[in-house]
């Protein structure tokens, strides 16, 4: 006896969801891990005094954010693959903690706005001096120009003449940017204050998403334990 219908359907996007967790997770992870084991970064872990610093808590959470969804996949998968309903509760049980969590971090993210940005400056400043003292390291520069690209911002001047990761810019837009841009530290501050809802809005939405997970894991252990059920009795009729 199959699953019906809705089950199917569950099966598939838990599936999914999955697999999209496991290559966030997996990019979370490696990236942290670098950081953390980079000959570039390694000393900035072995100093005490800057075990507080935004960069070494930004590191740890990377690490730790990515390997708590890697174990989340691993019991989703398994229970969605394999029917089993014991995975399949662990997995509904994270969903919901992560989901609680998500809530949570944005509400504190909105209502600490200012103390954010202020960190992710930091965290910001602290990969840009690494670069600089690397000497141009090829994986730090791809962080830079990612950050770059997405806020349209250069560097901690602006300044794109005298900017020394100019090569991680974006292209300017008008004949002024060709000069200076935004610098970096003061865009990402600015974003978090004026953009706090926005941000908030995107740790509720990604939490709807673990709630629908969360359903669709629900219907699958109820139509599960249904058709075990029914095999159950079936075999006590026959037998």
């Known amino acids: 006896m199959a699953l019906d219908g809705c089950g199917l359907v569950c099966k598939y996007i838990l599936v999914l969801f999955n697999i999209i967790f496991a290559v966030v997770g997996f990019a979370l992870l490696g990236l942290g891990l670098w950081l953390r084991f980079s000959n570039n970064t390694r000393g900035i872990f072995e100093v005490e005094a800057l075990n507080s610093s935004a960069f070494v808590v930004g590191v740890t959470v990377l690490i730790a954010l990515g390997s708590v969804m890697l174990i989340v996949v691993v019991f989703g998968d398994y229970g969605a693959c394999n029917e089993k309903r014991c995975a399949l509760q662990v997995f509904s049980a994270l969903l919901a903690i992560l989901a609680g969590a998500e809530v ?6 909105y209502s600490k706005r ?6 992710m400056a930091e965290f ?3 990969i840009y001096t690494l670069y600089v003292t690397s ?6 520069g791809v962080t830079l120009k990612f950050v770059h690209e997405m806020l349209h911002c250069c560097g901690v001047t602006g300044a794109k003449i005298i900017e020394v990761v100019q090569s991680t810019c974006p292209k300017p837009d008008g004949l002024i940017e060709h000069i200076v841009m935004p610098n970096c530290p003061t865009v990402i501050t600015t974003v978090f204050d004026n953009k706090a809802s ?3 809005g995107i740790f509720f939405g990604t939490g709807a998403l673990l709630i629908v997970a969360l359903v ?3 219907i699958l252990l109820k139509q599960i334990k249904k058709v075990n059920q029914e095999i159950t009795t079936y075999y006590s009729t026959v037998y």
């Open 124 to 126: 910001y400043a602290s």
């Open 216 to 218: 669709c894991s629900i």
């Open 114 to 119: 200012y103390e954010v940005g202020a960190s």
């Open 104 to 109: 949570v971090f944005g509400v504190l993210a």
């Open 198 to 200: 926005l941000v908030m």
């Open 135 to 140: 000497g141009g390291d090829a994986a730090i």
